[in-house]
């Protein structure tokens, strides 16, 4: 992939300077049409470039079942990360978190568990009680730690989600949508990954109870490191996973299935298609330097400009040598300019299709020449300007 530059200036000289050699015609590469799935809604997505390779109603609002579990973990995660409760923390269990329907970790009222284990017995053993038990622990009670997933939801963009309890029971005013648990399944993985391996865990015993996790999909695929199943009569058989083969990262969610058996079937068709016929490529780095500027008036004549985060790009296997980059800079740049100021775009296509449309960014200060300097340059731009 060659980066092209260009610079909205009149000088020919500096332009033909800035621009690199683009790469010669490619053909495009051509990909299978997805697979059918057998669910009422579903998502394959790459977490680090967010693109979804595949969807059908993905933003159909749908019940969740104990795929809220997710959201119910990702915020015992967060209290962790956070310090405000440690995995050593000892929970008193409620009559009302023993009294809860559903799966179970088999807690005992009045008894104290750890953090670590009902945080395992929801993630592992979709344990009901235990969702209760820590919803209590970190906010007084169930209710008031709804509030949290709601709004820790609006944090995360999982704007057509709304969470009434902390197990996923059934309820009018408890939905989420494949797209938004895809996104939640991208903030556990990213944002918690020491947690992660949780997921990926195939039995839990607690209370001498031995339980395996729901995923078969974790005894069947290698690749396979978590995420959540879930199922109740009215949302039928759910299944959030997330496979890594290489460097490339997918997270598939199916909702609506038929069974058991057919969530793991149609999570599998999806993660092979995405595996298959995509890939991810990391174009640019945090802090690298996609070419230098000219800055007038300034204590430095240069300024490096780029990216203060990776930019990662979805695929088709084959078809690196079709990307063409563009950087785009402001025609004038005058001193002083702060690191991380903005002074243009950069654009990566691949044929008509846009991937990235990303701020560039000063890589670091530069301030005020003296006198002299800034009327000196100030000559030159007028000249310059007046001859475009």
């Given at each position: 992939m060659a980066l092209k530059n260009v610079f909205r200036t009149c000088t020919a000289v500096l332009l033909l300077a800035l621009i690199t050699a683009m790469p010669a015609a490619a053909q495009s590469v051509l990909i299978p049409s997805p697979p059918q799935i057998g669910a009422s809604s579903y998502i394959l997505m790459d977490p680090l470039s967010g693109r979804i390779i595949m969807e059908e109603n993905s933003h159909e609002r749908l019940p969740p079942a104990s795929l809220t579990k997710m959201m119910t973990a990702y915020i015992v995660e967060?209290?962790?990360?956070?310090?405000?409760?440690?995995?050593?923390?000892?929970?008193?269990?409620s009559v009302n978190a023993w009294r809860t329907e559903g799966s179970r970790t088999f807690v005992q009222e009045g008894t104290q568990v750890s953090v670590e284990d009902l945080l395992k017995g929801v993630i592992i053993q979709s344990g009901n009680d235990a969702s209760v038990a820590l919803a209590e622990f970190i906010a007084g009670s169930e209710g008031a730690f709804v509030d949290i997933m709601n709004q820790q939801a609006q944090i995360l963009g999982m704007n057509e989600s709304s969470f009434a309890n902390a197990t996923g029971l059934p309820s009018p005013d408890h939905f989420s949508t494949a797209y938004d648990l895809a996104l939640l399944a991208k903030a556990i993985i990213n944002d918690y990954p020491e947690n992660y391996p949780l997921y990926a865990q195939k039995h839990f015993t607690f209370n001498n109870i031995r339980q395996p996790n729901r995923n078969s999909l974790l005894w069947r695929d290698d690749s396979v490191d978590g995420l959540k199943t879930g199922h109740t009569q009215e949302?039928?058989?759910?299944?959030?996973?997330?496979?890594?083969?290489?460097?490339?990262?997918?997270?598939?969610?199916?909702?609506?299935?038929?069974?058991t058996a057919s969530r793991a079937q149609e999570i599998q068709k999806m993660l092979n298609y995405g595996f298959r016929y995509y890939q991810t490529e990391r174009?640019?780095?945090?802090?690298?330097?996609?070419?230098?500027?000219?800055?007038?008036?300034?204590?430095?004549?240069?300024?490096?400009?780029?990216?203060?985060?990776?930019i990662h790009v979805t695929i088709p296997r084959g078809s690196r040598n079709s990307l063409n980059s563009t950087v785009e800079l402001d025609s004038v740049i005058k001193a002083p300019v702060?690191?991380?100021?903005?002074?243009?775009?950069?654009?990566?296509?691949?044929?008509?299709?846009?991937?990235?449309?990303?701020?560039?960014?000063?890589?670091?200060?530069?301030?005020?020449?003296?006198?002299?300097?800034?009327?000196?340059?100030?000559?030159?731009?007028?000249?310059m300007q007046l001859f475009e």
């Open positions: 967060r209290e962790l990360d956070e310090g405000r409760i440690a995995m050593s923390d000892m929970v008193p269990i949302a039928g058989y759910c299944l959030v996973a997330s496979a890594k083969r290489n460097d490339t990262r997918m997270i598939a969610v199916v909702m609506g299935a038929s069974s174009l640019f780095r945090t802090g690298q330097e996609l070419l230098e500027a000219q800055v007038w008036g300034g204590e430095s004549d240069n300024l490096s400009v780029g990216l203060m985060e990776d702060s690191k991380g100021d903005e002074l243009g775009r950069v654009t990566v296509k691949l044929d008509d299709e846009v991937l990235v449309d990303q701020p560039v960014l000063a890589l670091s200060d530069v301030p005020e020449g003296g006198l002299f300097k800034r009327i000196w340059d100030a000559i030159k731009l007028f000249f």
